[in-house]
């Protein structure tokens, strides 16, 4: 009778990390590992015995020093005596607002001119098709140098409202749009109970939760209509929940506007939004609206003709065709290129310079570092900024294109 046993297992030897096929990539990874971490620690402590060999050792401190330059455009209380960590703060929140804004009028100019691309007129599709190129294939620095020129040449003067007989007007007696700016009511709040940065913050707080609420509102509903088939009438509490908080709120504050008024040769009061955010503005959302446009006419094509067909024999109308059937099914194409362009155009801002808008680019990684001479410092701040702002980004895109994936079932 014979009896079947296991083979003898081989012992591990140290060879086998190079000439068993079970070990050598793990071998070879954590070998280049090594050497790249050999690397990156000799360049870091070659830069720094460097850097104090000139007597600039590595160091923030500068910081927390007086900046001593004025930024024109700012979102939060600075002045001259106020630190580079203070003006750095100031430019982030710039770079920030021109990115918010961007994305916004350029997805909303992109979806337009992508289907407009694909439109059975002739003449709007070919117009279409023009801006596209145009946009596409000059660099985005001259279409924000020739923005910022049409502002200053075109716009009038703010003398220009002067005079019984003013050869410009505002419009509604609250709006000046001229060539240095646009001067606009501005929201400012009366009571005592809380500071003005604390005021906006409620403001901000309450808006947030009104809409949370809303979509809870929505998803109830929801929850509803599958449960018994009928979906319950929720417009009014929907409203409530979204205005009513903050009007509440509003009148405790005592919020009131202060109106921009003609004063000496240049307006006063009110918010003024200068040339240098509206062409920086204009230019990015008009330039990356041609890369998204054919993003999205990209995703429509990819959209199988006789979706529309079936939708088109249920008696739908193009225009419902496109919103309902078309347009939900081609995000799931769109989105992932979409991230790019976001990210492309939140980079682009830093050309923000080149018409004097201070965005990070301009305050920490421009005045501050020729006060402080702080090159390396003030590079390295500026790049994690960026990459910081261009990861959160990523991130909330890539949660809402999860979202919109389909679920198997």
């Known amino acids: 009778?014979?009896?079947?046993?296991?083979?003898?297992?081989?012992?591990?030897?140290?060879?086998?990390?190079?000439?068993?096929?079970?070990?050598?990539?793990?071998?070879?990874?954590?070998?280049?590992?090594?050497?790249?971490?050999?690397?990156?620690?000799?360049?870091?402590?070659?830069?720094?015995?460097?850097?104090?060999?000139?007597?600039?050792?590595?160091?923030?401190?500068?910081?927390?020093?007086?900046?001593?330059?004025?930024?024109?455009?700012?979102?939060?209380?600075?002045n001259s005596q106020s630190s580079h960590f203070r003006a750095a703060m100031v430019g982030v929140l710039n770079t920030l607002v021109i990115a918010f804004l961007g994305c916004i009028l350029a997805t909303v100019l992109g979806v337009a001119i992508g289907v407009l691309r694909l439109s059975k007129n002739w003449i709007v599709a070919r117009i279409m098709t023009v801006y596209v190129e145009m946009f596409r294939n000059v660099p985005v620095l001259l279409w924000i140098v020739l923005a910022m020129a049409i502002l200053i040449e075109t716009l009038p003067a703010p003398n220009a409202f002067r005079g019984d007989t003013p050869s410009a007007s505002m419009i509604l007696n609250s709006v000046a749009i001229t060539n240095r700016g646009i001067f606009m009511p501005a929201p400012s709040f009366t009571t005592e109970l809380v500071s003005s940065s604390v005021a906006w913050w409620l403001v901000i707080g309450v808006f947030v939760a009104s809409v949370l609420g809303v979509r809870y509102v929505r998803k109830s509903a929801t929850a509803t209509q599958n449960a018994t088939g009928v979906r319950p009438t929720t417009w009014y509490l929907q409203l409530g929940i979204l205005f009513v908080p903050m009007a509440i709120l509003l009148l405790v504050l005592g919020l009131q506007w202060t109106s921009p008024e003609l004063k000496g040769f240049n307006f006063k009061g009110g918010l003024h939004l200068r040339n240098s955010l509206i062409a920086l503005w204009l230019a990015l959302s008009f330039y990356t609206a041609a890369f998204i446009a054919e993003n999205v006419r990209s995703g429509i094509m990819a959209i199988a003709k006789g979706q529309s067909e079936a939708a088109g024999a249920l008696g739908l109308r193009p225009n419902r065709i496109m919103s309902l059937v078309v347009l939900p099914q081609a995000l799931r194409v769109i989105i992932p290129p979409l991230i790019s362009q976001y990210l492309n155009l939140t980079k682009n801002s830093s050309l923000a310079i080149a018409v004097g808008y201070m965005d990070i680019t301009g305050t920490l990684m421009g005045i501050s570092l020729n006060q402080t001479g702080r090159e390396l410092e003030t590079l390295l701040l500026g790049m994690l900024i960026y990459l910081t702002i261009s990861l959160i980004i990523s991130t909330v895109m890539n949660v809402y294109n999860s979202r919109m994936q389909l679920s198997e079932r």
Do not use: H
């Not at 060999?53 to 979102?75: C, H, M, T, V, W």
């Open 1 to 78: 009778m014979t009896t079947l046993t296991d083979p003898p297992k081989d012992s591990f030897r140290l060879s086998m990390l190079l000439y068993d096929t079970r070990y050598r990539s793990m071998t070879i990874q954590v070998i280049a590992l090594l050497g790249f971490s050999a690397f990156v620690w000799w360049l870091i402590g070659n830069t720094a015995q460097n850097l104090s060999d000139l007597g600039k050792e590595p160091s923030f401190r500068f910081l927390g020093e007086p900046a001593g330059y004025d930024i024109n455009q700012r979102l939060i209380e600075y």
